[in-house]
């Protein structure tokens, strides 16, 4: 019979993070997180996986546990990264930043053979580092910690620049040794905005519903290689309503180069056979609701769809996120590159004890 392991998935948000631990079969058992918004299509994506929607400086460890089904083997998250990233304002009385605590506290109650953090590489300047180094001070001399390291998603194959810090913990007792020429040697070339979107120019909206608009690709013959992987099997999918601009944003857009900048909106125009630069995610209702600047397509005088920015981090197109862009944008510019994600999970199952009888996803 085979093994599953018990895997946590802490700040899940939409589950971009997931997605790849899904791929390198480490699928969560239950996913935590406070957001009815970000977390709203999660049950469609991941009808298999519990979602508790819960403030996770509430719960201890026997809480997770009991949620869980029993001891825990891994826990992975994104911890809120807004209170360091180098674009905010960096407030140190920020509530967020307690979260980062309570990530590294829960770890240190369950005790898993391994964990997995992400968070802004702000996280990692002189001013927020002793917050990392206190919270990493939350958990028991079992672990060996990789990190705290930078990883890029373009690095892993993805269509879009998004450098991160990471840290990685493992109980050696019960995983095999794991370094970072290990990940450098899993690192690959990054597909363009071209690889990554060209394909979706000739879909056409055949419907909507339950509040989506629905496309179908209609374009013949063999896409790039990463749009293929990305493709649903009937050539449908969500979100790819163009935004309206008006007649003096269109000719303004028009007058910016490819890898150049909107000197008004500050939106970046994307280069066909270049990446794209992080997509950010917004502020929800309590923080103004202030909506993320999206890239203007490298063709048109407009800016991204929700399924483009999806496919230039790495979802594949039967990722259903929120029936509104903003939200949706959220979403995608809040999740980890499901790309990378997938990269570093198919490492980790490789080396936990109970990974030899799982279905490592190929590399």
């Known amino acids: 019979m085979q093994v599953q392991p018990r895997i946590v998935d802490l700040f899940c948000g939409c589950g971009g993070f997931s ?45 997770i546990e009991r949620e869980v089904g029993g001891q825990v083997d891994g826990v992975f998250g994104g911890p809120p990264c807004q209170a360091f990233s180098d674009i905010g304002h960096r407030k140190v009385d920020d509530p967020r930043r307690s ?31 002793p917050v990392l180094d206190e919270a990493l001070g939350l958990l028991p001399g079992i672990y060996q910690i990789l990190g705290p ?47 990554a979107i060209d394909d979706l120019s000739s879909a056409t909206m055949v419907g909507e519903r339950d509040g989506f608009d629905i ?28 935004t309206v601009h008006t007649p003096k944003v269109v000719a303004r857009f028009k007058e910016v ?10 939106h970046p125009r994307l280069d066909w056979n270049a990446q ?25 005088p407009r800016v ?25 944008y959220r979403m995608i510019g809040n999740s980890v590159s499901p790309i990378m994600s997938k990269a570093i999970f198919s490492l980790i199952a490789k080396r936990i004890e109970i990974g030899a009888k799982l279905p490592v996803a190929a590399e």
Request: hydrophobic residues 40%.
């Open 276 to 300: 794209c630069p992080t997509l950010r995610a917004g502020t929800g209702n309590d923080r103004g609701s202030f909506q993320s600047v999206r890239p203007i397509h490298p063709d048109e």
């Open 149 to 195: 390291i930078i990883l890029d998603a373009a690095e892993f194959g993805a269509a879009t620049r998004r450098p991160r810090l990471f840290v990685i913990g493992y109980d050696p007792t019960r995983f095999d040794r794991l370094t970072a020429d290990n990940i450098d040697a899993i690192k690959q070339k990054p597909a363009t905005v071209q690889a």
């Open 19 to 63: 997605l790849g631990a899904h791929a390198a079969g480490l699928a969560p058992k239950v996913a935590f997180d406070i957001d009815p918004i970000l977390t709203s299509s999660f049950g469609r994506n991941y009808p298999q996986t519990k979602l508790v929607l819960t403030d996770l400086s509430v719960p201890d460890g026997r809480d």
């Open 99 to 129: 979260l980062l605590g309570h990530f590294f506290r829960l770890v240190g109650e369950l005790r898993p053979a391994f964990f997995v953090m992400e968070n802004v590489k702000g996280l990692g300047y002189a001013d927020a580092r």
């Open 304 to 328: 991204l769809t929700v399924r483009e920015g999806a496919r230039l981090q790495g979802f594949p197109d039967s990722f259903r996120f929120h029936p509104t862009v903003w939200h949706s």
């Open 257 to 266: 180069a490819p890898g150049g900048v909107d000197i008004i909106g500050r």
């Open 215 to 242: 496309w179908k690709i209609t374009r013949t013959g063999r896409p790039s290689q990463y749009a293929a992987g990305l493709r649903s099997a009937d050539g449908t999918f969500t979100g790819h309503r163009r």
